[in-house]
T-cell receptor, first 117, second 117 residues
Framework: AQKVTQAQTEISVVEKEDVTLDCVYE???????LFWYKQPPSGELVFLIR??????QNEISGRYSWNFQKSTSSFNFTITASQVVDSAVYFC??????????????FGTGTRLTVIP | NAGVTQTPKFQVLKTGQSMTLQCAQD?????MSWYRQDPGMGLRLIHY???????DQGEVPNGYNVSRSTTEDFPLRLLSAAPSQTSVYFC????????????????FGPGTRLTVL
């Protein structure tokens, strides 16, 4: 079965510290997509990144970086030099479109990040 | 483009009442879906549609009904509201063709916060 595990329920860091959010997944297919979403206190879901299973290159976008490792079924998210605006709940999600025939997302339970000024 | 819109933003129901949560998108997306978000459980898929006239159940479909008569609209009906349906509901859409899977970024609506007393 598909499964997404975000073992860290809550994390608190002091501003300017680096922080890594963990995501481990289980999938039923060899072709799949992984996502990260941010949910700030206002409640909307903000798309951060999508990665397909054939692209294991790490990605960096400003202070954000992602480490995709198929060998350990992990897709971890690092925020460098954290800021108060990074305080949010972060969700990792999995999509298996060729297995399910649809763009359904299966979400982890989320990690609440609090950045203390 | 308005993107994905949801109405209402907030709703309070009494047990046993019925109501419809509205979702519309103006991006001509074939795929639409409904998720519910509960504390500590992430987002879970209720129902989804890969095109007009086609709907299917997700992970938690009981107590909900959907139909897709147009590409733009995907309403979610609560048949007889129960306190267990107190949640935040998100509608999402992405491009894709019925019978042809094209996985793309999912666009989420702002959410509807529903309380059932």
């Amino acid at each position: 079965a598909q499964k997404v595990t975000q073992a860290q329920t809550e994390i608190s860091v002091v501003e300017k510290e680096d922080v890594t959010l963990d995501c481990v997944y289980e999938t039923r297919d060899t072709t799949y997509y992984l996502f990260w979403y941010k949910q700030p206190p206002s409640g909307e879901l903000v798309f951060l990144i999508r990665r397909n299973s054939f692209d294991e290159q790490n990605e960096i976008s400003g202070r954000y970086s992602w480490n995709f490792q198929k060998s350990t079924s992990s897709f971890n998210f690092t925020i460098t030099a954290s800021q108060v605006v990074d305080s949010a709940v972060y969700f990792c999600a999995l999509s298996e479109p060729y297995f399910t025939g649809a763009n359904n997302l299966f979400f982890g339970t989320g990690t609440r990040l609090t950045v203390i000024p | 483009n308005a993107g994905v819109t949801q109405t209402p933003k907030f709703q309070v129901l009494k047990t046993g009442q019925s109501m419809t949560l509205q979702c519309a998108q103006d991006m001509n997306h074939e795929y639409m879906s409904w998720y519910r978000q509960d504390p500590g459980m992430g987002l879970r898929l209720i129902h989804y549609s890969v095109g007009a006239g086609i709907t299917d159940q997700g992970e938690v479909p009981n107590g909900y009904n959907v139909s897709r008569s147009t590409t733009e609209d995907f309403p979610l009906r609560l048949l007889s509201a129960a306190p267990s349906q107190t949640s935040v509901y998100f509608c999402a859409s992405s491009s894709g063709l019925a019978g042809v899977v094209i996985d793309n970024e999912q666009f989420f609506g702002p959410g509807t916060r529903l309380t059932v007393l």
